[in-house]
């Protein structure tokens, strides 16, 4: 039985964010340990000969901005296309998508990874007592170990305050620090000088520019400038022909900056300020200012899923790994994989970072941007899946420069709705960039998603959930949903034969499908994942419109669209269909299922609401799970995670889980897409994974949809005891939860305003009424 005790303050076990650790030094990307301020981000290898720092910047951009991407004949065979679709003649359709309808990038560009920091030291064969880590709570990596009898430590952190990367070296025995200083020029072209004040100098700079040739004209994008610089406790600083070298300190700090041109800023002034301030704010300050500022995100939630077993406790994170992956359980890596992806969120993206986060999050391997795909923005799951554990797990102004990007879409987007649909309104299809290109991709089969800024929408609205707030209603949410929704009510097409109206022409991401007559398709009228986001779109935009009052005659227009949407439907096999019609899928074993949207993140698909289409659902993933070859990566783990919850089956959830840790994660547990992949010889970072593996876990412990606040609604028999604290609910509730031998035993729920919610265990419901800052404790007798 529940019940509500008020004026009780209950508080779950804290258990600490955690710490990667490992043995040895990093000898590959995949081994380093990530550390960012959201703009700068760095990879740290750890060396004992060689200190390598692999820095990324999130503005780091080839391409340019461009108003020449649509296709100047979409208009015109924009209803012929609709005409063949209509009438079954699905070929004749495709090609003339294919010629017509594509996008005409010329600029788009790719995020490119910066130059390395190399710090050279005197090799040692006989290096002992080595330990790197990466401490989740501070936002520090640490390297230790003792060479030649001197105990030597090295500190790293990307401060968000400063907007720095800081190096600190000691030892145990005086004069014993010193290292050589250099940039390694990477992909960027530029040019490296030795700078600073004195005879000597004491910073190594590199000048270049973001030039590629791939995804670009490879004469444009971004200027940069990195800065590192030395500060020394004692010693000599010297040049060498490739950088500075420093001898005998007793300790040094090294300070490194980047600058671009993005957005007109002037790259050199931007880098050589940051370091100018650094240097007079002095390292102690500079770290306690860090620690302060990253612990105020990462403290808000902490998650005890139960003592680690012995055997695992003391082992190194990439054993902890592999341990896992031979089927040994360890709840407490799985709590630090959540801990993980909330770190990784805090260092990639925050309220003042530039641009959000971008495929491959901050930490750029030089992969994608090599690969066919580019390390962009994906507007088809990836970018939305980078930014679902921001609300619940109390992350929410992480979600500002999406945001931001978001906003720019909308504003870029109604060039795009006029000439390529003749409609108002905006949108945004498959892919973007620094720039905010709108227009369809370049290719058939993946380019034309027309619902992608729509999806990405959603994430305007979770936030306005999670916090309702009137203002931020009004000025941000409402007009973005306004111009989508106006969008989408030209878009639709009446079907003459059922009298619904259709999105189309458009395609199920990256999906194809076998036509009657065989052939292999991808455009079509009455994609389901566009019906689930225009009916989104549609609803947010009329909901919003009658909680400010406003826009009464697009509210009438907007319910009788919604009444003529097509309806869901399960095909032959018992799946939810992904067209309107149940065509073959011409790759059973693909990896998108944006039709599953429904399931989540949206809710018109429910066990309780609409069981028979939660069942569908589920044999759709099934069918996809089980067919041969089927595409295992690390975004469709964590998608499968978030279903599986959403479907209240919290074993299931907890199997994918576990996969994405041990076969979608790699050694430094960050995700990635298989090797092979876009034409990559070896595995390529996802950050998606990363995230959508720490919403997973929040979806499994708690639940929200605004009216009904579900308590551990997909808790895994694998987790019998454990607490988590601080999680947030839509409607403005932080959740804290406690549990034993399965069951909830405490939950104490704190609302930001007055509220009355419907609390749910399993199938016992109680309802609670709350005033403004008022917290409840719910007991389970």
């Known amino acids: 039985m529940l019940t509500l005790v008020p004026g009780q303050d209950f508080r779950s076990t804290e258990a600490p964010s955690g710490t990667l650790w490992f043995s040895r030094p990093a000898t590959r990307w995949f081994e380093a340990l990530p550390i960012g301020n959201g703009r700068l981000g760095g990879m740290v290898y750890g060396g004992t000969d060689r200190e390598r720092i692999q820095l990324s910047e999130s503005t780091a951009w080839s391409g340019a901005p461009s108003q020449t991407d649509v296709s100047p004949t979409a208009l015109t065979y924009l209803p012929r296309i609709r005409e063949l679709l209509l009438a079954g003649r699905h070929a004749e359709a495709q090609q003339l998508a294919t010629e017509h309808l594509t996008g005409r990038p010329s600029s788009f560009g790719t995020n490119l990874p910066l130059p390395e920091v190399r710090l050279d030291f005197r090799p040692d064969p006989d290096?002992?007592?080595?330990?790197?880590?990466?401490?989740?709570?501070?936002?520090?990596?640490?390297?230790?170990?003792?060479?030649?009898?001197?105990?030597?430590?090295?500190?790293?952190?990307?401060?968000?305050?400063?907007g720095v990367i800081a190096v600190r070296l000691t030892a145990d025995r005086p004069g014993s620090v010193g290292f050589g200083l250099s940039l390694e020029h990477g992909v960027i072209p530029g040019q490296v000088t030795v700078v600073g004040d004195g005879p000597v100098g004491d910073g190594v700079v590199l000048d270049g520019h973001a030039y590629e040739s791939l995804h670009s004209d490879g004469t444009q994008g971004v200027a940069v400038r990195v800065h590192a610089r030395i500060s020394a406790e004692g010693g000599t600083l010297r040049r060498t022909?490739?950088?500075?070298?420093?001898?005998?300190?007793?300790?040094?700090?090294?300070?490194?900056?980047?600058?671009?041109?993005?957005?007109?800023?002037?790259?050199?002034?931007?880098?050589?300020?940051?370091?100018?301030?650094?240097?007079?704010?002095?390292?102690?300050?500079?770290?306690?200012?860090?620690?302060?500022?990253?612990?105020?995100?990462?403290?808000?939630?902490?998650?005890?899923?139960?003592?680690?077993?012995?055997?695992?406790?003391?082992?190194?994170?990439?054993?902890?790994?592999?341990?896992?992956?031979a089927g040994r359980a360890d709840n407490g890596l799985l709590a630090l994989y959540f801990q993980y992806g909330r770190y990784l969120t805090v260092a990639g993206?925050?309220?003042?970072?530039?641009?959000?986060?971008?495929?491959?999050?901050?930490?750029?391997?030089?992969?994608?941007?090599?690969?066919?795909?580019?390390?962009?923005?994906?507007?088809?799951?990836?970018?939305?899946?980078?930014?679902?554990?921001a609300e619940p797990t109390n992350l929410a102004e992480c979600q500002e420069p999406l945001f931001r990007l978001l906003e720019t879409l909308a504003a870029h987007g109604p060039d795009t709705a006029r000439r390529m649909y003749g409609a108002p309104g905006w949108v945004a299809h498959t892919v973007t960039?620094?720039?905010?290109?709108?227009?369809?991709?370049?290719?058939?089969?993946?380019?034309?998603?027309?619902?992608?800024?729509?999806?990405?929408?959603?994430?305007?609205?979770?936030?306005?959930?999670?916090?309702?707030?009137?203002?931020?209603?009004?000025?941000?949410?409402?007009?973005?949903?306004?111009?989508?929704?106006?969008?989408?009510?030209?878009?639709l097409v009446?079907?003459?034969?059922?009298?619904?109206?259709?999105?189309?022409?458009?395609?199920?991401?990256?999906?194809?499908?076998?036509?009657?007559?065989?052939?292999?398709?991808?455009?079509?009228m009455g994609a389901t994942a566009d019906r689930v986001f225009i009916e989104a779109v549609l609803r947010i935009c009329?909901?919003?419109?009658?909680?400010?009052?406003?826009?009464?005659?697009?509210?009438?227009?907007?319910?009788?669209?919604?009444?003529?949407?097509?309806?869901?439907?399960?095909?032959?096999?018992?799946?939810?269909?992904?067209?309107?019609?149940?065509?073959?899928?011409?790759?059973?074993?693909?990896?998108?299922?944006?039709?599953?949207?429904?399931?989540?993140?949206?809710?018109?698909?429910?066990?309780?609401?609409?069981?028979?289409?939660?069942?569908?659902?589920?044999?759709?993933?099934?069918?996809?799970?089980?067919?041969?070859?089927?595409?295992?990566?690390?975004?469709?783990?964590?998608?499968?995670?978030?279903?599986?919850?959403?479907?209240?089956?919290?074993?299931?959830?907890?199997?994918?889980?576990?996969?994405?840790?041990?076969?979608?994660?790699?050694?430094?547990?960050?995700?990635?897409?298989?090797?092979?992949?876009?034409?990559?010889?070896?595995?390529?970072?996802?950050?998606?994974?990363?995230?959508?593996?720490?919403?997973?876990?929040?979806?499994?412990?708690?639940q929200s949809d605004g009216a009904e606040i579900e308590l551990l609604p997909a808790l895994p028999s694998g987790w019998p005891d454990g607490s988590v604290r601080g999680l947030r609910a839509r409607g403005g509730f932080t959740v804290d939860l406690h549990w034993r031998d399965?069951?909830?035993a405490t939950a104490r729920i704190l609302a930001s305003g007055a509220a009355t919610v419907r609390l749910r265990h399993r199938d016992e419901v109680l309802e609670a009424t709350f005033g403004a800052g008022e917290a409840l404790v719910l007991e389970v007798g």
Request: net charge negative; with cysteine.
């Open 433 to 491: 960039n620094a720039w905010g290109y709108t227009a369809p991709g370049s290719g058939i089969g993946w380019g034309m998603n027309v619902t992608g800024g729509a999806w990405l929408a959603l994430q305007l609205w979770e936030h306005y959930q999670y916090r309702p707030d009137d203002r931020f209603l009004r000025e941000r949410v409402h007009p973005v949903f306004r111009g989508a929704a106006e969008f989408f009510l030209a878009y």
């Open 742 to 744: 399965g069951r909830l």
């Open 127 to 162: 290096v002992r007592d080595y330990r790197r880590t990466l401490d989740l709570d501070t936002g520090v990596v640490s390297v230790t170990h003792t060479s030649r009898g001197t105990g030597f430590a090295r500190e790293v952190f990307a401060s968000h305050p400063h």
């Open 241 to 325: 022909a490739d950088g500075l070298l420093l001898e005998g300190a007793d300790a040094a700090v090294v300070h490194i900056a980047v600058g671009t041109s993005w957005a007109g800023a002037d790259p050199a002034a931007r880098a050589d300020s940051l370091l100018a301030a650094a240097a007079d704010t002095g390292y102690p300050t500079l770290r306690k200012a860090h620690v302060t500022d990253h612990q105020s995100l990462m403290r808000r939630v902490s998650l005890d899923l139960g003592p680690a077993p012995a055997a695992a406790a003391a082992l190194p994170t990439d054993e902890r790994r592999e341990r896992l992956a």
């Open 494 to 524: 009446e079907d003459p034969e059922r009298g619904l109206l259709l999105p189309g022409p458009s395609e199920s991401p990256e999906n194809w499908y076998l036509a009657p007559d065989g052939s292999r398709c991808s455009v079509a």
């Open 542 to 702: 009329a909901e919003s419109a009658e909680l400010l009052d406003v826009d009464q005659e697009l509210r009438t227009r907007i319910d009788a669209a919604r009444g003529r949407l097509q309806p869901f439907l399960i095909g032959r096999h018992g799946q939810l269909q992904e067209w309107l019609h149940d065509y073959e899928e011409a790759d059973p074993s693909h990896r998108h299922t944006s039709h599953l949207g429904a399931l989540f993140p949206e809710r018109q698909i429910t066990p309780r609401g609409t069981p028979e289409l939660a069942r569908a659902a589920e044999t759709t993933i099934e069918r996809r799970r089980q067919a041969p070859g089927w595409e295992q990566t690390e975004w469709v783990e964590a998608d499968f995670t978030l279903y599986y919850a959403r479907l209240l089956q919290g074993d299931a959830a907890l199997r994918h889980l576990t996969t994405l840790v041990t076969d979608a994660s790699e050694a430094n547990l960050m995700s990635f897409s298989a090797g092979g992949v876009a034409g990559a010889a070896q595995n390529i970072y996802s950050f998606d994974g990363n995230a959508g593996g720490t919403a997973g876990v929040a979806e499994m412990l708690l």
């Open 349 to 389: 993206s925050r309220h003042d970072s530039p641009l959000p986060l971008a495929l491959q999050g901050l930490w750029n391997d030089g992969l994608a941007s090599s690969a066919s795909w580019t390390n962009d923005f994906h507007l088809d799951v990836n970018t939305q899946q980078n930014y679902w554990a």
